[in-house]
């Protein structure tokens, strides 16, 4: 009977090395895919009792607050939930104030009078001679605006 050679154990790396990180921002789609649930109201609390308003910003789908409490989505307390999202539709867009710094930055980079986006000559000509068609917005660029 042939004989199994003994196992061996696996190769785990002491450590890795990361390349490189991507940060974005979730579209509407993403955000209601991840979402538990639709806030839908602006209240808190019912009024007769300290219970919390379906929907509300406090619902228990999103986690819990208090240390005896049960969060709804996944069964642990405040200790061990990390926390669940919840989505807010507006009715017209708007800017996200942790953005707006950049977003403004961003703009500054495009003329509205040439509608072009704003470049050193020196680096106009290498993005002509790469033959660029699209130009990465650098919105903390030191060129002057
Ligand atoms: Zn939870």
Known sequence: MPTLPAPTAPQIPTHKRISSLKFGVFAPSDIQKLAELQCTTHLLHETTTPTTVPNGLLDA????????AICETCGMTLQDCAGHFGYIQLALPVFHVGY?????????QVCTTERRVRLHESDREEKAREGSKTIALNAFTDHPI
């Open 61 to 68: 789908r999103m986690g819990v607050s208090e240390k005896m």
């Open 100 to 108: 707006l710094t950049t977003v403004i930055k961003i703009l500054q």
